[in-house]
């Protein structure tokens, strides 16, 4: 039973295949499903040995893939069994195209030679054929022979948009070729207004200008159109991904992956859009199959590295980040990849490796001002207040400061003994956040420190300013009960040095009430009956 089921699955699957035509072949080709396409034109090869366009295109499939000795077999077959037939001239072009790609030009020369021979001047297609192969070949590239070739296919046949798809995508080759690229992506549309492929062209056309709301709307008419028409899906992730919308790019790529076969470079993309949308889970799993195809491959190792940074998950990305270290090409480190080690070393505490890491993020994306608050994280947590405060300071000479950043550099000051400093620092905080008790307090204890003897009173009115806030409400005195009897207890000090007998002695009995325990307070009250 087993057995029967298996074949009748497969001839339901050879049913389903034998229904398909050259048209389909050369849509899958389109869309990038390079197997599926071998599989519909050796069908059609076994129905119909004699078809020399089907051997065309069988040839173009195994060339897709790099499969060029089985590419150029089918070209040769197309040629020995179709002597007679026309459109034997399109393998002639495909052996073509394998000449260049060996740099054999005068040998790919012959070949297009008998290619137009044989057409006579009658199929366009032999033409683009010839064109495609002097633009795409990754021997010798003739891009102004191609073009010649294609504008005579357009003499032939000015109505057929294939002619014009082609001429564009020869263009898109060129630096500037932009413009003339959309001309004819345009003109192809006009013709066929049905033709997914031209507006998924033209999308990405926008995309590559940076231009990414005009590459969707194409992109969506293409899929309007034919929403198999695979090569959008993934268009449309790149055009988000220029929006930094990386939750819909992940899922247009997404799409994309389900639907096209799966390349290394389309994985590897796709995890990129996990890892920016913080889909660390999906980012680790989908990396984990790529490495499985290529272990070789260190930017996924990069990828994984970051994600378990991300989680939390320190030693393994550590180890990650180490194995990225050791396979990458030192001309293609990253900013982020020293980041991202030095952060995972300081969370594995070896802090000394970490700094060094972190700062030649620095030295390489001076933009990277943030690292600064890690580096000096580190050295404030080892009561390095000094070597703190210098990291703040280059922090917030590179970026607009808030209240919270000159908060973190008047911390390290003070505890570094640099009262002055440390005052500047707080009195930044009290101008950008005025309700906020907490910059009032911290000045009070810098200018106290400033004025041990209380010749000045210096920091009187910022603990009087932080009493004022931090007793407004019932919750604000829960929050600073330990802070206000600090306050307090300067203030009743600062009178009492004043022999203001009826300010110390209410400062001193506030004290009392946050703090009935208090023996200081208490024994100054007891003292002044």
């Given at each position: 039973m087993k057995t029967k089921a298996i074949s009748l699955i497969f001839s339901a699957f050879t049913l389903s295949l034998s229904a398909q035509t050259l048209e389909d072949g050369i849509k899958a080709l389109d869309c990038e499903q390079y197997s599926y396409a071998q599989r519909i034109f050796s069908l059609l090869h076994s129905t119909n040995p004699l078809d020399a366009e089907v051997l065309y295109y069988k040839g173009m499939a195994f060339y897709a893939t790099g499969m060029k000795d089985s590419a150029k077999a089918c070209f040769e077959q197309g040629i020995v069994l179709n002597n007679n037939n026309s459109k034997v001239a399109y393998n002639y072009t495909g052996l073509g195209r394998v000449m260049l790609d060996e740099k054999n030009t005068a040998e790919a020369k012959k070949n297009f030679d008998k290619a137009f021979s044989l057409t006579s001047s009658k199929d366009p297609k032999v033409y683009m054929f010839a064109g495609e192969a002097y633009a795409f070949t990754t021997g010798s590239k003739d891009l102004p022979q191609a073009i010649n070739l294609l504008s005579t296919a357009i003499s032939i046949d000015k109505k057929n948009p294939n002619l014009y798809m082609s001429l564009g995508d020869i263009y898109t080759g060129q630096y500037d070729g932009g413009g003339k690229a959309m001309s004819n992506y345009e003109m192809a549309s006009e013709i066929n207004s049905a033709?997914?492929?031209?507006?998924?062209?033209?999308?990405?056309?926008?995309?590559?200008?940076?231009?990414?709301?005009?590459?969707?709307?194409?992109?969506?008419?293409?899929?309007?159109?034919?929403?198999?028409?695979?090569?959008?899906?993934?268009?449309?992730?790149?055009?988000?991904?220029?929006?930094?919308?990386?939750?819909?790019?992940?899922?247009?790529?997404?799409?994309?992956?389900?639907?096209?076969?799966?390349?290394?470079?389309?994985?590897?993309?796709?995890?990129?859009?996990?890892?920016?949308?913080?889909?660390?889970?999906?980012?680790?799993?989908?990396?984990?199959?790529?490495?499985?195809?290529?272990?070789?491959?260190?930017?996924?190792?990069?990828?994984?590295?970051?994600?378990?940074?991300?989680?939390?998950?320190?030693?393994?990305?550590?180890?990650?980040?180490?194995?990225?270290?050791?396979?990458?090409?030192?001309?293609?480190?990253?900013?982020?990849?020293?980041?991202?080690?030095?952060?995972?070393?300081?969370?594995?505490?070896?802090?000394?490796?970490?700094?060094?890491?972190?700062?030649?993020?620095?030295?390489?994306?001076?933009?990277?001002?943030?690292?600064?608050?890690?580096?000096?994280?580190?050295?404030?947590?080892?009561?390095?207040?000094?070597?703190?405060?210098?990291?703040?300071?280059?922090?917030?000479?590179?970026?607009?400061?808030?209240?919270?950043?000159?908060?973190?550099?008047?911390?390290?000051?003070?505890?570094?003994?640099?009262?002055?400093?440390?005052?500047?620092?707080?009195?930044?905080?009290?101008?950008?956040?005025?309700?906020?008790?907490?910059?009032?307090?911290?000045?009070?204890?810098?200018?106290?420190l400033l004025d041990p003897e209380m010749k000045s009173g210096q920091a009187k009115p910022y603990y009087e300013k932080f009493a004022e806030i931090a007793s407004a409400d019932s919750a604000s005195v829960l929050k600073y009960r330990k802070d206000l009897v600090e306050a307090y207890s300067y203030l009743g000090n600062y009178y009492l040095q004043k022999d203001d007998k009826q300010n110390t002695l209410l400062y001193y009995r506030k004290v009392v009430e946050m703090d009935p325990e208090n023996k200081d307070a208490r024994k100054v009250i007891e003292g002044m009956k």
């Open positions: 033709n997914p492929k031209a507006f998924c062209r033209i999308g990405q056309l926008y995309i590559k200008a940076k231009n990414p709301s005009e590459a969707l709307d194409a992109l969506r008419k293409s899929l309007a159109l034919d929403s198999t028409w695979i090569p959008a899906y993934r268009e449309m992730g790149e055009a988000y991904f220029q929006m930094h919308r990386y939750e819909e790019a992940k899922e247009a790529y997404k799409k994309y992956i389900s639907k096209a076969e799966l390349k290394i470079s389309a994985l590897s993309r796709y995890a990129s859009f996990q890892f920016l949308s913080k889909d660390y889970k999906g980012t680790i799993a989908t990396v984990s199959q790529v490495t499985k195809m290529d272990s070789s491959n260190a930017v996924m190792n990069r990828l994984i590295g970051y994600s378990y940074y991300e989680q939390g998950k320190f030693q393994e990305g550590l180890a990650e980040m180490k194995r990225f270290f050791s396979k990458a090409d030192t001309s293609k480190i990253l900013s982020g990849d020293y980041e991202y080690y030095g952060k995972l070393l300081l969370k594995t505490n070896n802090d000394s490796m970490g700094i060094f890491f972190l700062r030649k993020a620095i030295d390489m994306d001076s933009s990277k001002a943030e690292l600064h608050s890690d580096i000096a994280q580190s050295y404030y947590q080892k009561k390095r207040y000094r070597e703190a405060a210098s990291e703040y300071e280059a922090r917030n000479e590179r970026i607009t400061p808030k209240a919270q950043d000159y908060f973190l550099l008047g911390k390290a000051w003070y505890y570094a003994q640099e009262y002055l400093k440390a005052d500047t620092a707080f009195s930044k905080v009290i101008e950008l956040q005025p309700a906020a008790a907490i910059g009032y307090l911290w000045r009070g204890r810098s200018s106290s």
